[in-house]
Every structure is written in structure tokens, then in C-alpha cells.
């Protein structure tokens, strides 16, 4: 036992190793979802179980935006989960301090790589609306509704309220495709036109609908749909 623990701490040390000198371009995808729970898991050979992660979530992205509960749903412990949401949580932090330091209008790849982080890999759809302010400065990012694999409800009449309640003087629709195809339907072109509608009453800009596909996101306002 003890010679094979020798070997994991020196397996661990070369990649730690690698990690520091080259950079995380030198690791492996399972390299570095081993080398991950070698932390919480020091006295583990953390190999077959970094590789039995990325199959159960068919790679890197599906493992690292899964919620703990499914995570432990497919096996694992609450520590285990736990050490990946972290790292989840901590690039969200990153790439979301990126869209709140400038006008979202302004910085529009910052907001596409944090929505593609947050719902490229969701297995179910999600609304979420960004309210913001007058000089398009994000006031709140907040998830409206969960849904199915093909389609999650948005309620005009309930995202007008909440940017009223906010003080907000504009807002952008965001949902997650997770066919992986950032095409609109018929039905998302349907709802966006009646949020517009609801907005204009009373003042509210509604800037575009972004649909996240895969890799993808699309803007319906770039597309002349709203």
C-alpha cells in the first residue's frame, strides 16, 4: 500500500509539476479532474475516477456545469461534488466580474463567454434575465424558470414585474438550447416580441434574446427578429 501511494504522490508531483511550468494546456482533460480531487482525496489513486466523471458527463464542460445533486446522483460523494462546484464557481465568478465592469452593451464577448460557461452544458433549458440599469450596467443576473430538455417556460407578465421591482431601464433574455442548436423557434420569437411589447408601456428596453447552443449563442436582435 504503501509503495502504491509513493507512486500516486510522484504520478501527482509531475503533474503538479507540468501544471505550474507549462501551464493548464499541458494537462489532459482527465488530468486535470484527477489532479483536482487528489486534493480532497490525497491517498486515492484519483485516475479511473476522474475518467469515470468525464464519461458520466460526456467531458469536462457537461462535469463542470452539472449541479452537486447530480453529480451525487451518478455516484459520487458530496466531497467530490463538492471540489468540482467549486472550480465551477470560481471561473462563473471570474467571467461574471468581466460583465459587471462595463456596460453589457459594450462588453458583449465578455457576456457570451459567461453565458456559454454557465448553460452551454445544462441538460434542461433555463430562463434567465440580465437587468440593467440606465447606462446598461448590470443590476442583477437571475434565473426566471427551469425547464425540460426542449423548452422552459418565459412569463412576460413576471419579468416585467421583476425589472420594475429592480428599477431596471432595460433587460436581455438569455435560455439555453440544449440540443445545442442556438436557432429560435417559432415560440421564443413569439414571447421575446410580447416582452418587447409589455417593456415599451412602461419604459423598459428589452436589448435582445440570447439563445445558447453548444459552443454557440445567437442574438436574436443581431438576426432582425425583435
Not at 503538479?16 to 486515492?44: F, N, S
Request: hydrophobic fraction near 45%; charge should be neutral; charged fraction near 25%.
Amino acid at each position: 500500500m504503501a509503495g502504491d501511494e509513493e507512486l500516486a504522490s510522484g504520478h501527482r508531483a509531475r503533474l503538479r509539476e507540468r501544471l505550474l511550468r507549462q501551464g493548464p494546456d499541458a494537462l489532459l482533460d482527465h488530468e486535470i479532474v484527477e489532479y483536482l480531487l487528489a486534493l480532497v482525496m490525497p491517498r486515492r489513486d484519483t485516475k479511473p475516477m476522474a475518467k469515470q466523471m468525464l464519461n458520466a458527463f460526456g467531458g469536462i464542460g457537461g462535469l463542470f456545469a452539472a449541479d452537486a445533486e447530480t453529480i451525487e446522483r451518478a455516484g459520487f460523494t458530496e466531497t467530490q461534488a463538492a471540489a468540482v462546484k467549486i472550480v465551477n464557481a470560481a471561473v462563473l465568478r471570474v467571467l461574471a466580474a468581466e460583465v459587471k465592469a462595463r456596460p453589457v452593451l459594450s462588453g458583449w464577448a465578455a457576456l457570451t463567454d459567461y453565458l456559454r460557461a454557465d448553460m452551454a452544458h445544462r441538460p434542461v433549458e433555463r430562463v434567465r434575465v440580465l437587468f440593467l440599469d440606465a447606462k446598461n450596467m448590470l443590476i442583477r443576473d437571475e434565473a426566471m424558470s427551469n425547464g425540460t430538455v426542449s423548452e422552459a417556460a418565459i412569463y412576460v407578465r413576471e419579468v416585467i414585474r421583476r425589472a420594475i421591482d429592480l428599477h431596471a431601464s432595460a433587460l436581455i433574455l438569455v435560455h439555453n438550447h440544449p440540443s445545442g442548436d442556438p436557432k429560435p423557434s417559432r415560440q421564443d420569437i413569439a414571447v421575446t416580441r410580447d416582452v418587447v411589447e409589455a417593456g415599451k408601456r412602461l419604459g423598459i428596453v428589452v436589448h435582445d434574446h440570447v439563445i445558447v447552443g453548444g459552443a454557440e449563442c445567437s442574438s436574436m436582435r443581431a438576426q432582425g427578429l425583435m
